[in-house]
């Protein structure tokens, strides 16, 4: 065994005395330098979510369409005719703040990986992001670049195409950017495959790139304490990225379980060996013996411990029949991917780690996987303001079409075309709508029904109130996937926050999740997978609580899907919906300096559920030409998008504040008179080169087109 | 007749050709690690990153042992359709004349744009107008066309609409002989009104047409 780790080491890693002391009870003696290193991965808030999982408790899992839950690689819900879905969010926020590029390519990387370890195929990628205020901040600027062409990157390259997304951009991401990633796979039903490891005797298989120096405790240096000073110098812990490397072992995963090779199958992420097989032996509740001599290197003379913790990407675990490794290495080469057996399933249930048949770790795997405490939350109210004002750019005695053209043209709200013309949106030929064509993403299926995905989160919003806030951005993306005639099928969130050990972290977190969890319940969505990102904090404080939501619908008829923009002059516009808006956490409120606070309008949730339902029947029954839900900017600046996505204007009378917001719970639609009467009110008619609204505000279409074109440009 | 589309290790767009082709007549993939073209009528290269694209965009894959199949069956007369990656494979192997460079914006790009019709004689646009505009997306890194020779210009890009820089909005050329011909943009994108137009289909069609009226019937 290696000598015994030296008593202060456990706290450089980032274990508590408490915690250290806990695994002395456990171990009955103390672990050596290996066993340390392994266990201070495993119980990092990265992998133990010790202060998260038992709040994630409360939010709704089952579902009659649900087929893989929380817990598996990704969750997976069924589409019909055989198919599966699978589907997760995940965060790379960290690693991209302090390497953007590499970052967020890996970020991109690690979930496609997520994806096809269930057997998915990855058809689709979407990215939320958030940046500071680019108006002032090279950094921003910089950030945001850099970010962008890492997806890009990773995405374009692995042929995965990129059909959604949103950024916003806030002062509070100024130090800590957000990079969450969101991937879909496809899968016939019978080729979904778990990651518990099964039959003692089994071998392991470790497929894939070499193993590496790159990513050494990315999970607990990185992604489980705030950032701070000297940040530059963690850049050895970010992993570096190879998607032609992933291009082949996708290739080769998905035809090794074509071929019925593989008993179970995991990627490796946060932790590397350590934290893959030992949740596999867990998960089967068996055990593995890992043979570090038997793992293919990149560099000589890397230390056991090295060995189990590194992050190197592009590399997968398998448990396969002893008979079966010589046609799994067959298919293995002709991929050209490299295929080691390393190890073993045993009936021990520990961990062993050994060096040429030396054990140099051996750990019960529940040590290692259940034994890390959980923590409860010690949440407080805040009594004062925790985030600055922004900066005041309208004073609010502009006019409504100098109020309608900043918002349009603020980096919030402008057309995001220079970021997503870096992405591929097309590849996999599946692609229905394509950014700004609608309200969420479509792809077709081969049956002729398509399914439909959209992300969504306004961390704004969630500061002001963080249990509406959080409803909302469920509430939203449900609209979203409504407007183009789909059903929700399940849901996949990340949840971004600071750090939980303060008491107003801890109240936006516990309050955001209960907010998730009720709109959920609401809408009849499950949650089937997602990801936690805490300790999102720079010197100058949190960043906003920003849950990100990720919803998977399913459509009948992908000739039906629905689109954003105006199609007909002559159309009646209707406004869909329990619309009551107002001007807390709003972009008119940002613009015009005020900070997030307040209390955000309430929901009657059966409402919103009756407007989500008849906007989605009346998309597909074709009796609709456009719908597309009022968010950010109120019903002026979703009239305005309708009418630049379609070219043509618009004619309206506004029974609302038309700056005022409430997301999720209101739609403009156009159509024929009967078909908008039956669930709307009808408010104008779709023609002329303007968008007027009565005795408000009356501007040019191609002035509207022009501005929110721009918008972003300078800073993209 | 039969198409063949060759998968390379990186290939990415392999899967959409053989489905494009296959929409006018069949079609197989040809694995590029074995030196048989299956008796195919028309080899397509397709858009992807070809062993990442590393080195230099199609630079290695032309050193593929497939590829030696594929560069006798050109020189033969044989059709060869060089789809964006498949069009930098092509250069570098000397099947065509000039190269891809960076685009101008150092960016990737996708962007659907017009096309224009330059020359309509040819195996791969017979079917087409001489001057009609098709409507086709392009998405690439590595797309801005230059060659020091005049060469043979099958499309360009219409006006304004040039995406990456290419010398005299070039999109598409093709060999003196006519046979092998290369586009960055992705014909193979464009086969069906669900997921965007159908113009690229024209491209599959006129190889059809010209391979049905070489054959003995």
Same mark, same amino acid.
């Given at each position: 065994?290696?000598?015994?780790?030296?008593?202060?080491?456990?706290?450089?890693?980032?274990?508590?005395?408490?915690?250290?002391?806990?695994?002395?009870?456990?171990?009955?003696?103390?672990?050596? #330098?290996?066993?340390?290193?392994?266990?201070?991965?495993?119980?990092?808030?990265?992998?133990?979510?010790?202060?998260?999982?038992?709040?994630?408790?409360?939010?709704?899992?089952?579902?009659?369409?649900?087929?893989?839950?929380?817990?598996?690689?990704?969750?997976?819900?069924?589409?019909?005719?055989?198919?599966?879905?699978?589907?997760?969010?995940?965060?790379?926020?960290?690693?991209?703040?302090?390497?953007?590029?590499?970052?967020?390519?890996?970020?991109?990387?690690?979930?496609?990986?997520?994806v096809f370890a269930v057997g998915a195929r990855p058809i689709a990628v979407l990215d939320s992001?958030?940046?500071? #205020?680019?108006?002032?901040? #090279?950094?921003?600027?910089?950030?945001?670049?850099?970010?962008?062409?890492?997806?890009?990157?990773?995405?374009?390259?692995?042929?995965?195409?990129?059909?959604?997304?949103?950024?916003?951009?806030?002062?509070?991401?100024?130090?800590?950017?957000?990079?969450?990633?969101?991937?879909?796979?496809?899968?016939?039903?019978?080729?979904?495959?778990?990651?518990?490891?099964?039959?003692?005797?089994?071998?392991?298989?470790?497929?894939?790139?070499?193993?590496?120096?790159?990513?050494?405790?990315?999970?607990?240096?990185?992604?489980?304490?705030?950032?701070?000073?000297?940040?530059?110098?963690?850049?050895?812990?970010?992993?570096?990225?190879?998607?032609?490397?992933?291009?082949?072992?996708?290739?080769?995963?998905?035809?090794?379980?074509?071929?019925?090779?593989?008993?179970?199958?995991? #990627?490796?992420?946060?932790?590397?060996?350590?934290?893959?097989?030992?949740?596999?032996?867990?998960?089967?509740?068996?055990?593995?013996?890992?043979?570090?001599?038997?793992?293919?290197?990149?560099?000589?003379?890397?230390?056991?411990?090295?060995?189990?913790?590194?992050?190197?990407?592009?590399?997968?675990?398998?448990?396969?029949?002893?008979?079966?490794?010589?046609?799994?290495?067959?298919?293995?080469?002709?991929?050209?991917?490299?295929?080691?057996?390393?190890?073993?399933?045993?009936?021990?249930?520990?961990?062993?780690?050994?060096?040429?048949?030396?054990?140099?770790?051996?750990?019960?795997?529940?040590?290692?996987?259940?034994?890390?405490?959980?923590?409860?939350?010690?949440?407080?109210?805040?009594?004062?303001?925790?985030?600055?004002?922004?900066?005041?750019?309208?004073?609010?005695?502009?006019?409504?079409?100098?109020?309608?053209?900043?918002?349009?043209?603020?980096?919030?709200?402008?057309?995001?075309?220079?970021?997503?013309?870096?992405?591929?949106?097309?590849?996999?030929?599946?692609?229905?709508?394509?950014?700004?064509?609608?309200?969420?993403?479509?792809?077709?299926?081969?049956?002729?029904?398509?399914?439909?995905?959209?992300?969504?989160?306004?961390?704004?919003?969630?500061?002001?109130?963080?249990?509406?806030?959080?409803?909302?951005?469920?509430?939203?993306?449900?609209?979203?996937?409504?407007?183009?005639?789909?059903?929700?099928?399940?849901?996949?969130?990340?949840?971004?926050?600071g750090n939980p050990e303060k008491p107003h972290v801890a109240w936006q977190l516990t309050e955001?999740?209960?907010?998730?969890?009720?709109?959920?319940?609401?809408?009849?969505?499950?949650?089937?997978?997602?990801?936690?990102?805490?300790?999102?904090?720079?010197?100058?404080?949190?960043?906003?609580?920003?849950?990100?939501?990720?919803?998977?619908?399913?459509?009948?008829?992908?000739?039906?899907?629905?689109?954003?923009?105006?199609?007909?002059?002559?159309?009646?516009?209707?406004?869909?919906?329990?619309?009551?808006?107002?001007?807390?956490?709003?972009?008119?409120?940002?613009?015009?300096?005020?900070?997030?606070?307040?209390?955000?309008?309430?929901?009657?949730?059966?409402?919103?559920?009756?407007?989500?339902?008849?906007?989605?029947?009346?998309?597909?029954?074709?009796?609709?030409?456009?719908?597309?839900?009022?968010?950010?900017?109120?019903l002026a600046v979703a009239l305005a998008e309708c009418c630049v996505a379609g070219s043509v204007?618009?004619?309206?009378?506004?029974?609302?504040?038309?700056?005022?917001?409430?997301?999720?719970?209101?739609?403009?639609?156009?159509?024929?008179?009967?078909?908008?009467?039956?669930?709307?009110?009808?408010?104008?008619?779709?023609?002329?080169?303007?968008?007027?609204?009565?005795?408000?505000?009356?501007?040019?279409?191609?002035?509207?087109?022009?501005?929110?074109?721009?918008?972003?440009?300078?800073?993209? | 007749?039969?198409?063949?589309?060759?998968?390379?290790?990186?290939?990415?767009?392999?899967?959409?050709?053989?489905?494009?082709?296959?929409?006018?007549?069949?079609?197989?993939?040809?694995?590029?690690?074995?030196?048989?073209?299956?008796?195919?009528?028309?080899?397509?290269?397709?858009?992807?990153?070809?062993?990442?694209?590393?080195?230099?965009?199609?630079?290695?894959?032309?050193?593929?042992?497939?590829?030696?199949?594929?560069?006798?069956?050109?020189?033969?007369?044989?059709?060869?359709?060089?789809?964006?990656?498949?069009?930098?494979?092509?250069?570098?192997?000397?099947?065509?004349?000039?190269?891809?460079?960076?685009?101008?914006?150092?960016?990737?790009?996708?962007?659907?744009?017009?096309?224009?019709?330059?020359?309509?004689?040819?195996?791969?646009?017979?079917?087409?107008?001489?001057?009609?505009?098709?409507?086709?997306?392009?998405?690439?890194?590595?797309?801005?066309?230059?060659?020091?020779?005049?060469?043979?210009?099958?499309?360009?890009?219409?006006?304004?609409?040039?995406?990456?820089?290419?010398?005299?909005?070039?999109?598409?050329?093709?060999?003196?002989?006519?046979?092998?011909?290369?586009?960055?943009?992705?014909?193979?994108?464009?086969?069906?009104?669900?997921?965007?137009?159908?113009?690229?289909?024209?491209?599959?069609?006129?190889?059809?047409?010209?391979?049905?009226?070489?054959?003995?019937?």
């Amino acid at each position: 065994m290696s000598p015994t780790a030296s008593p202060s080491k456990h706290r450089a890693l980032g274990l508590t005395d408490h915690e250290y002391e806990l695994i002395l009870e456990r171990l009955d003696r103390e672990p050596n #330098d290996v066993e340390l290193a392994m266990l201070s991965l495993m119980w990092s808030e990265h992998c133990a979510y010790k202060h998260s999982r038992r709040l994630l408790r409360r939010l709704p899992t089952q579902g009659p369409h649900v087929l893989l839950g929380p817990g598996e690689n990704a969750g997976a819900v069924d589409v019909g005719a055989g198919f599966a879905v699978a589907f997760k969010v995940e965060s790379h926020n960290h690693p991209s703040a302090v390497e953007p590029f590499q970052g967020a390519a890996t970020g991109v990387g690690g979930i496609l990986r997520d994806v096809f370890a269930v057997g998915a195929r990855p058809i689709a990628v979407l990215d939320s992001l958030r940046f500071g #205020d680019p108006t002032r901040s #090279d950094r921003s600027r910089y950030l945001l670049d850099r970010a962008v062409a890492g997806i890009g990157h990773y995405g374009n390259s692995i042929g995965v195409p990129t059909v959604g997304g949103e950024i916003y951009f806030e002062q509070s991401y100024e130090q800590n950017c957000l990079i969450n990633a969101m991937c879909l796979g496809l899968a016939p039903r019978e080729r979904l495959i778990r990651s518990a490891a099964v039959g003692p005797g089994n071998v392991l298989v470790l497929l894939g790139a070499l193993t590496g120096r790159d990513g050494i405790g990315g999970a607990s240096v990185l992604a489980s304490a705030e950032l701070g000073e000297g940040d530059e110098a963690k850049r050895p812990s970010v992993q570096i990225g190879d998607p032609f490397s992933e291009k082949k072992l996708l290739e080769c995963c998905l035809e090794l379980l074509d071929r019925g090779l593989l008993a179970s199958l995991q #990627d490796l992420g946060a932790a590397g060996l350590t934290s893959s097989a030992s949740e596999m032996a867990s998960k089967g509740g068996v055990g593995i013996d890992i043979d570090v001599h038997r793992v293919p290197l990149r560099e000589p003379g890397m230390e056991p411990f090295e060995i189990m913790i590194s992050e190197s990407q592009e590399r997968m675990l398998c448990v396969v029949e002893p008979e079966r490794v010589g046609a799994l290495i067959g298919v293995c080469e002709r991929w050209e991917v490299l295929a080691e057996p390393i190890g073993s399933v045993t009936e021990s249930r520990r961990m062993r780690v050994l060096k040429r048949g030396t054990v140099v770790a051996d750990l019960p795997v529940e040590v290692l996987v259940d034994d890390c405490p959980l923590y409860d939350l010690d949440p407080i109210q805040p009594a004062i303001q925790i985030y600055q004002p922004p900066d005041r750019l309208l004073t609010g005695d502009e006019s409504p079409a100098e109020t309608l053209m900043a918002l349009l043209g603020s980096p919030n709200l402008a057309s995001r075309r220079p970021v997503f013309e870096q992405y591929d949106p097309v590849v996999g030929s599946r692609t229905v709508r394509r950014p700004e064509e609608a309200d969420a993403a479509v792809l077709a299926l081969q049956d002729g029904s398509a399914i439909a995905v959209a992300i969504d989160g306004n961390g704004r919003r969630v500061a002001c109130d963080p249990r509406t806030g959080a409803a909302e951005a469920v509430y939203e993306c449900a609209a979203n996937v409504a407007c183009v005639g789909a059903e929700p099928l399940g849901l996949t969130n990340c949840l971004n926050f600071g750090n939980p050990e303060k008491p107003h972290v801890a109240w936006q977190l516990t309050e955001a999740v209960e907010g998730l969890a009720e709109a959920c319940r609401a809408l009849g969505i499950p949650v089937v997978g997602g990801n936690v990102s805490l300790y999102n904090e720079a010197p100058t404080g949190p960043i906003f609580p920003t849950p990100v939501v990720g919803i998977v619908g399913k459509l009948p008829d992908a000739r039906r899907a629905g689109r954003l923009g105006f199609l007909h002059e002559g159309d009646a516009i209707g406004l869909v919906g329990p619309f009551e808006p107002s001007f807390v956490g709003s972009e008119l409120a940002k613009l015009r300096g005020e900070p997030p606070r307040g209390k955000l309008p309430f929901k009657d949730e059966q409402a919103v559920r009756d407007a989500h339902t008849a906007v989605r029947e009346a998309v597909r029954a074709g009796a609709l030409h456009s719908a597309h839900d009022i968010a950010e900017g109120g019903l002026a600046v979703a009239l305005a998008e309708c009418c630049v996505a379609g070219s043509v204007g618009a004619r309206v009378n506004a029974p609302v504040e038309v700056f005022g917001e409430s997301p999720g719970c209101g739609f403009v639609v156009s159509g024929p008179e009967e078909a908008v009467v039956g669930i709307g009110t009808v408010i104008g008619r779709v023609g002329g080169p303007a968008l007027e609204i009565s005795d408000v505000l009356a501007v040019a279409v191609s002035e509207l087109a022009a501005v929110h074109r721009d918008g972003l440009v300078k800073f993209a | 007749m039969k198409f063949g589309v060759v998968r390379f290790p990186g290939s990415c767009d392999d899967v959409d050709a053989l489905q494009a082709a296959a929409r006018v007549d069949d079609a197989v993939l040809l694995w590029h690690g074995d030196r048989d073209l299956q008796g195919v009528d028309a080899v397509v290269i397709p858009g992807g990153f070809s062993y990442g694209d590393y080195l230099r965009a199609g630079a290695i894959a032309r050193f593929a042992p497939v590829m030696e199949e594929v560069t006798e069956f050109a020189h033969e007369g044989g059709l060869v359709l060089g789809i964006c990656n498949g069009f930098q494979v092509l250069c570098e192997a000397h099947l065509l004349p000039g190269a891809l460079l960076p685009n101008t914006s150092l960016r990737f790009i996708f962007r659907q744009v017009a096309l224009e019709v330059v020359d309509a004689d040819t195996p791969y646009t017979r079917a087409c107008e001489p001057g009609q505009r098709l409507s086709i997306p392009v998405k690439h890194t590595t797309g801005r066309y230059f060659s020091p020779e005049p060469v043979r210009v099958v499309l360009r890009y219409a006006p304004g609409q040039n995406p990456n820089g290419s010398q005299d909005d070039i999109a598409g050329v093709s060999n003196d002989a006519g046979n092998v011909f290369g586009l960055m943009p992705h014909p193979e994108h464009a086969v069906d009104a669900l997921t965007g137009s159908t113009d690229g289909l024209q491209i599959f069609d006129s190889i059809r047409a010209h391979v049905a009226d070489r054959l003995p019937v």
